[in-house]
Structure formats: C-alpha cells, structure tokens
C-alpha cells in the first residue's frame, strides 16, 4: 500500500504501522496482511511512529514539521502539535499517551504535554553534564561546542521516568522527565549518534553511531533509589562491525528477549544479525534486491519486517513451519521414514451408510468452541489493554493503489470501478478522511489545475 518511510509494530504484535512517503499512515494486519485503517494528516513523508502502550495511539511524526496523536478506535486525529524545526524522531510516554518527546534538527528536543488543547512544549537540555572541574578548566572552544551541540535521537525508559538522549558530538545524555534536568552525561564515539533502542525491559540499549559501529551497552536499573548518578559509569558491551566490506548501518534493533541485535546496511540489501551472548555474526537475511532503511523485530514471534528503500515494500522474514500431514486428520501419523504396514483384516470394509450417517450426526453434536482467544506470551514487562482496533469493512482503495496514476505536482487520479470516470485526490487537504471529485482527466493533465465539478 503505497512507499513505505517507516514501520513500527504494536505492542501485542496483531497491527504493523506503515509511515508512506505521501504522509498517509497505513495499518497493517498481521494475520492478513491486509489493510486496517489509513490515516490522512500528514503532507509530506512519515518520519518515525511510535505506539501507546495499550495499542489503542499512534504517534506520527512528518517531515511536514507536525506530529499527530491518532485514535484508533475511529481513526481520529486527538493532537497535532506543529513545530518550527524538522523533526528526527518522537517516542510517546509509556504510562501516559498525552505526553511525547522529541528530537530537532539543529534544535534542542522538547517534552510535549499534550494534555489541553494548547500543547505545552519543555525546552530539554542537548550540552552533556560537565564536571565541577571540568568546567572551571573548560576553554571558550569547548564551552562554543557545547553551546551548538544538538540531541539528534531521544527515548524514553520503559517506566517513563527518563529521557535518553544521543547528540550529533556522540553524547549519551540521561534526562529527568519531571525536571527536565540533565542525570548524567557519558561520551559513547565522536561521530554522531544516529539511533538508539532499548529491550523492553529497558537494562539493554543499542545504538547506531555515524562511524559504522553498533554499540550495544547495560543500563542500570533506574528506578533504584540507591542509584546514584554521579558515580555512574556506562561501559561498551560489544561493538559490532563489518571490518571486510566497512558497512554503514541505516537502523538497528533487538529482538524481543534483548539477545539478538540486528543492523540494515546502506548501500547493501543484507540484514545483519548478532547474538550478544559471544558478540558473533550469527546470520546474514538475504533475499531483496534493494537497500532496506528500517527494520523491526515483531514483539514476541520469530518474525522482521524491514522497508525497501527503492520500492518503499514491507519485506517480512519467518521461520517456514513445516507441512503437518497429521493436521488433515485425526488418524494420520507422520513417520521420519517408509514402515512396512500390516493392514487390519476390517480396515478398508464397506461401511453401511446408516453406519457413517450415524457417525457424521455423532460429531455435529460436539461443541466446537470458536469465542475463546487464547493469549499469548508477551515478551514486554507490560502488558497491552484489552483495546482492540475495530474492524472497518469498507477501506477505501485498499488493494487497489497500483492503478492511481500521478498526473502532475501533487495531483493523482484513478479510475473508479464499473465507469469510464477517473477521480482525483485532493492531497492538499489534511482531513481525516481523503476528499474524493470527479474530475476531466484529459484537460487536468492539459491545465496542471485541479476542476472542481458538482458531482
């Protein structure tokens, strides 16, 4: 559906969002892989999403300077909060979806509450934690660099008490959320700090730095009262690399338990994979012909998903569950090789039919229970709400996007099913739903102009 710019899946792992490159949020169905709901209020590319806890929000960051807080319960828009920078990515607060955390290009990241109607924006600080020595001995040079440092990547912890942050000097800076004040300050690389992750337990991070190392690092436990911040020290766990082909990494990840990470490569169309407990290249995902941007392990099923940056396809790779012949019915069995079988004296006799007639009575007698949803292990310390997004029956163009047809700057018409008619989509409107007119094709393609005609 559309050019994919970015996936995230829900906490229970049922939905896939999908950020596409005209700035239309998409929901995907694991189950089916089919369409569940599109969202319209974005105008430009969808940068990063981000899922409340109980699955019900979504977060959408644009590259049209806004972020939009959706209701999936009706598809609805609860928040748009614009800003006056670009923005690199924006994490909501585990425990309270009215609440966000942003990073700016060339501008300090904000704590967005958004709790009235007016959105209330905290400034947070970007210069890392300094030393009392450090910064009496400090040079106007190095004060000058602090003064222009920027966060270009921030995340909240899972209890929501903290804000990590990565800056474009390779800091790694830890912010209280109720203060706003900076924790603790840690230099990680010199180059800039391009993305971070946690497991969902929040003990583990990854990040993803510009000089073509993965880092993965322990993290104590922030909700300790003994901790103390001053004497904290972060150190590296592992380094991941490719010393052979020297790889870019475009996004990292872990897997559900926190024991694999995973890298896409720019300019490559593999997928690395790590296990942290030796630090060693344990699989390379292959298949795509094109460079992959980001990848996402699903929460608790063998499953990654990752977008092609050419075609803007969701690409997903799983283990194949083998053909079970015995699933057919109840009597067969499956042998790892040839037996020789002795059949019974009776086994292939004639029934009478009032003998099967008996029997298929019999068994339509016996309650099959199909209400029942068993739940599944959740790899997460917190457990998703008992939200579930409503099913709509009636997605407007779900399958049928290939037939849209771009007919100038921001102008897309397609043929409506059954008539010679074609139709044209308003892309200039940010309404919840897309505005559909009956147009001239011929003479839109000959003025550039869209016609407005009384239906």
């Known amino acids: 559906s559309g050019h994919s710019t970015s996936i995230r899946f829900s906490h229970r792992g049922d939905l896939l969002a999908s950020g596409r490159h005209d700035g239309i949020v998409v929901i995907f169905d694991i189950e089916t892989n089919g369409v569940a709901r599109k969202l319209r209020g974005h105008t430009r590319q969808v940068q990063s999403l981000s899922w409340s806890t109980n699955d019900r929000y979504l977060l959408s960051a644009g590259q049209d300077w806004k972020c939009v807080l959706w209701d999936l319960k009706d598809g609805s828009r609860v928040r748009t909060v614009r800003f006056e920078a670009a923005i690199f990515i924006a994490e909501l607060h585990p425990k309270n979806h009215m609440m966000f955390v942003a990073a700016l290009f060339e501008d300090q990241p904000v704590l967005v509450d958004m709790s009235s109607e007016i959105p209330v924006k905290h400034s947070l600080p970007s210069a890392p934690l300094r030393s009392q020595t450090e910064r009496e001995n400090a040079t106007e040079k190095q004060n000058a660099q602090d003064a222009k440092q920027t966060t270009t990547v921030t995340v909240f912890t899972p209890s929501g008490d903290n804000i990590i942050a990565g800056t474009n000097k390779g800091w790694l800076n830890i912010i209280d959320t109720a203060s706003h004040e900076l924790r603790h300050s840690t230099r990680i690389t010199n180059n800039i700090i391009v993305f971070i992750r946690l497991t969902p337990s929040g003990r583990d991070i990854v990040i993803n730095s510009s000089d073509r190392i993965v880092r993965t690092l322990h993290l104590p436990d922030f909700a300790d009262p003994k901790l103390d911040f001053d004497i904290l020290h972060l150190e590296v766990e592992h380094k991941f690399q490719d010393l052979v082909q020297k790889l870019s990494w475009n996004h990292v990840s872990f897997s559900p338990t926190g024991d694999y990470v995973t890298a896409s490569t ?6 690395y994979v790590w296990e942290r407990g030796q630090g060693s290249l344990v699989k390379i995902l292959e298949g795509t012909k094109e460079e992959l941007s980001a990848v996402e392990w699903h929460p608790f099923r063998p499953k990654l998903a990752a977008v092609g940056v ?39 006799d004639i029934q009478p039919i009032e003998e099967i007639h008996k029997r298929r009575l019999d068994q339509e007698d016996e309650e099959v229970d199909v209400l029942t949803i068993e739940s599944v292990k959740m790899a997460t310390e917190f457990e998703a709400g008992d939200f579930r997004m409503p099913v709509l029956l009636d997605i407007e163009a779900s399958d049928s996007e290939d037939e849209i047809v771009a007919i100038g700057a921001g102008q897309f018409r397609r043929k409506s099913p059954g008539t010679g008619r074609e139709w044209m989509n308003d892309e200039d409107g940010v309404s919840g739903d897309e505005s559909r007119r009956p147009a001239n094709g011929t003479s839109a393609v000959q003025s550039g102009a869209k016609r407005r005609r009384a239906g």
């Not at 720019?266 to 997928?271: D, K």
């Not at 079970?324 to 009776?346: C, G, K, M, Q, T």
């Open 266 to 271: 720019w300019m490559n169309h593999h997928i």
């Open 310 to 348: 050419d075609s803007g396809r969701v690409w997903l790779w799983s283990i194949l569950q083998p053909q079970r012949w015995s699933a057919l019915a109840p009597d067969f069995v499956e042998v790892e090789e040839n037996v020789e079988y002795i059949e019974r004296e009776d086994e292939f």
